[in-house]
Nanobody, 127 residues
Framework: QVQLVESGGGLVQAGDSLRLSCVASGRTSSSYVNHMGWFRQVPGKEREFVATISWSGGSAYYADSVKGRFTISRDNAKNAVYLQMNSLKPEDTAVYYC??????????????????WGQGTQVTVSS
């Protein structure tokens, strides 16, 4: 089992930056967890892929909507994954979720391919 706890959300203005953190506990070794991802969701819409990173190698992949503005990173020593969000826009407003995937294939963007989820953290960007 893997437990995930997100933090770092808040209310910011358009153009500002935020850094989300996700700390994993439990069975977090790279022989079990292969990828960590960030998703976001607004009421009435499906959960949307944002970014994913290889837990062991650090290779990252982004949704087109955030490419060039968001950066995903990980610190294996701290069992943590981060999402640095720059140049935030009102359309980035959502609940952001951290997720862990056990599958080994790369560029997994479907929520159904992730096995563990955090509780989410709210990000609100005002115009």
């Amino acid at each position: 089992q893997v437990q995930l706890v997100e933090s770092g959300g808040g209310l910011v203005q358009a153009g500002d930056s935020l850094r989300l953190s996700c700390v994993a506990s439990g069975r977090t070794s790279s022989s079990y967890v292969n990828h960590m991802g960030w998703f976001r969701q607004v009421p009435g819409k499906e959960r949307e892929f944002v970014a994913t990173i290889s837990w062991s190698g650090g290779s990252a992949y982004y949704a087109d909507s955030v490419k060039g503005r968001f950066t995903i990173s990980r610190d294996n020593a701290k069992n943590a994954v981060y999402l640095q969000m720059n140049s935030l826009k009102p359309e980035d407003t959502a609940v952001y979720y951290c997720a862990a995937a056990l599958v080994s294939k790369w560029q997994i963007t479907a929520p159904s391919e992730y096995n563990y989820w955090g509780q989410g953290t709210q990000v609100t960007v005002s115009s």
